[in-house]
């Protein structure tokens, strides 16, 4: 396993990441992720670990809390072997302060989130999504409170936009607070929008990605196959309305090119569109969201061997898009690589 700094950080972290929000699944969305209970938990991170796979990533709002306390339950005994990342700011309940990352919320949530993990600190906690109510000066010195009393180790968050990032990176340099060192993000050969403005600014400001949904919200599994059906057990039957869109000739024709190299390569459909993902820039891992052992053992197979440039290419122009402005006039120009900050490919 190759492991990557996270972000501008000391902590270094697996390519390849497990997301646990397939752990004890309850619901209309989560229920459909997966439902895995402790034993099969347990098993799941064994062959993780087996991997070199240490960072397990979950959130306080999947399956109302359930998804860390399976964790906890299927890490106890071997806490210093793993990294725990998991995030919060989504709503928990109905209550006023039960949303949000004001203070009372985040110092509740992290004690909450301890508690059900089992454990007494975190690793990397991110906030889920912006809270424009609260002031980032109160939500950051929250963190700080936190990162001093020993009970979180790095921050980061999920779901901001550029602005949002850029507001609390500059109030935390003002006054010497923690600053961001992780953006969880929607990535993917069917969702390429974090390269227009999240990507660039990762590189400049030292945020490392991480991704999630790396197989665009289970379409580039390989089972589906223009002019067909959607196959019986996929979950898209019921979550797709829950997930981000793509039209439907595009994902055809990028599932078309992925059929083309996998071919070429002798891997699966899912461990090309993963290989892709580790080959671009700010990407620190890739967050594997496998319901059962086989899916695991699968997305497993996506380190050890590199795409060729010609193949990154052919996807690259598959799945590429015009950029939304103020972004597509800079790339119609030849010049235009001048005015991106450095990163490496």
């Known amino acids: 396993m190759d492991y990557r700094p996270l972000g501008r950080s000391g902590l ?76 919060t700011g989504l709503p928990m309940g109905e209550g006023p302060n039960e949303a949000g990352t004001s203070r009372p919320r985040l110092l509740g949530a992290v004690d909450a989130a301890l508690a059900r993990l089992g454990t007494d600190y975190i690793d990397l906690l991110q906030l889920h999504a912006f809270d424009a109510a609260t002031p980032v000066e109160e939500v950051l010195t929250a963190l700080d409170t936190l990162i001093r009393a020993g009970k979180l180790r790095y921050v980061g968050v999920s779901n901001f936009a550029g602005w949002q990032i850029m507001k609390s990176l500059a109030a935390a340099e003002r006054h010497g607070w923690p600053r961001y060192v992780a953006n969880q993000v929607y990535y993917s050969l069917v969702g390429r929008d974090y390269e227009w403005e999240l990507m660039p600014l990762g590189a400049d400001q030292g945020l490392g990605a ?18 067909a059906p959607l ?16 039209e439907e000739e595009r994902l055809y024709r990028i599932v078309d090119v992925l059929d083309e190299v996998a071919q070429e390569v002798g891997k699966t459909v899912p461990q090309v569109a993963i290989n892709w993902l580790l080959r671009r820039p700010t990407v620190s891992s890739v967050i594997l969201g496998a ?8 997305n497993l197979g996506a ?12 996807l690259d122009a598959a799945s590429a898009v015009t950029a939304p402005y103020p972004y597509f006039p800079y790339r119609r120009q030849a010049g235009f690589a001048r005015l991106d900050p450095p990163m490496a490919g």
């Open 291 to 298: 319901r059962n052992e086989a899916q695991l053992l699968d």
């Open 12 to 87: 270094k972290v697996p390519a390849l990441s497990f997301g646990a929000g397939t752990f004890g699944g309850t619901g209309p969305l989560f229920g459909h992720w997966g439902t895995a209970d402790a034993a099969e938990a347990r098993r799941l991170v064994d062959i993780c670990l087996d991997a070199g796979v240490n960072l397990f990533d979950t959130a306080d709002v999947y399956s109302d809390g359930a998804s860390e306390r399976v964790l906890g339950e299927a890490i106890r005994g071997r806490r210093d072997k793993v990294l725990i990342s998991t995030k």
């Open 231 to 246: 196959p019986a057990g996929s979950r898209l039957h019921e979550t797709a309305a829950f997930g981000p869109p793509v």
């Open 303 to 314: 380190v050890g061997w590199a795409l060729e440039a010609g193949q990154i290419a052919r």
């Open 210 to 227: 991480l991704v999630w949904s790396p197989l665009g919200w289970g379409r580039l599994t390989g089972k589906l196959r223009r002019g």
